[in-house]
Structure formats: structure tokens, C-alpha cells
């Protein structure tokens, strides 16, 4: 069952934008732990882009600092990715985590399934 679903992905030129955002269709929450953006370029392993921690300030990475800013929306269940000067070294699968506690599964990971980031001249 598909829990997390991103979108707002796709191929874009040296210095645009583009905004990713990342629903969750999980039910009877409890609590929302996190929120954060992972990538995972060819060759490469899945890393950290930013993330939303509950109560915490956003939190990111070397890769994203100055240039992107991650936003939830907690009443629906959403995260957004705002992405900036895009670089060609930002071209990788962008994937959505949440962190959630419902009543009946107790506290688990969801990933979305990806989305295609490609920025080429």
C-alpha cells in the first residue's frame, strides 16, 4: 500500500526552481514525529536534504543549505521541498519520509516512492 505519495518532479535548466511536495494518505495519527527530503543519485547512496523534526526548527544539509527550504503542513499531512539555483549535481531521485505514530501500528517509517529531479543545460 502506497502511503506517501511526491510529485512536482522533473527536468529543468542550470539556475531554475522547483517546488516537490509529498502527501500522506496514512491514517488515525497519533503523532508526526518528522518530516524530511532524501535523495539518491545514480552510483550514489540515499542522503539527507533537509528535514522538519516536531517541535524543532527545519534542519539541513551542506547540499541544500541556503538554497532550499523544507515546509510542512501538518493539518494535510503534507511536506514541500522548495528548491532553488539548481544545480546539474542536484540531479537525483528525490523521495519523501515522514515519521508517524498511529493508533494501531505504533510509531513507523513511510517513504514516498520517488521523484525524478533532473537539471541539464
Known amino acids: 500500500q502506497v502511503y506517501l505519495v511526491e510529485s512536482g518532479g522533473g527536468l529543468v535548466q542550470p539556475g531554475e526552481s522547483l517546488r516537490l511536495s509529498c502527501v500522506s494518505s496514512?491514517?488515525?495519527?497519533?503523532?508526526?514525529?518528522?518530516m524530511a527530503w532524501y535523495r539518491q543519485a545514480p552510483g550514489k547512496q540515499r542522503e539527507l536534504v533537509a528535514c522538519?523534526?516536531?517541535?524543532?526548527?527545519?534542519d539541513y544539509t551542506n547540499v541544500a543549505r541556503g538554497r532550499f527550504t523544507i515546509s510542512g503542513d501538518n493539518a494535510k499531512n503534507t511536506v514541500y521541498l522548495e528548491m532553488n539555483s539548481l544545480k546539474p549535481e542536484d540531479t537525483a531521485v528525490y523521495y519523501c519520509?515522514?515519521?508517524?505514530?498511529?493508533?494501531?501500528?505504533?510509531?513507523?517509517?513511510?517513504w514516498g516512492q520517488g521523484t525524478q529531479v533532473t537539471v541539464s543545460s
Open positions: 522538519i523534526n516536531s517541535g524543532e526548527r527545519p
Open positions: 496514512v491514517g488515525n495519527i497519533f503523532r508526526m514525529y518528522a
Open positions: 519520509y515522514f515519521q508517524i505514530s498511529t493508533v494501531v501500528l505504533g510509531r513507523r517509517n513511510y
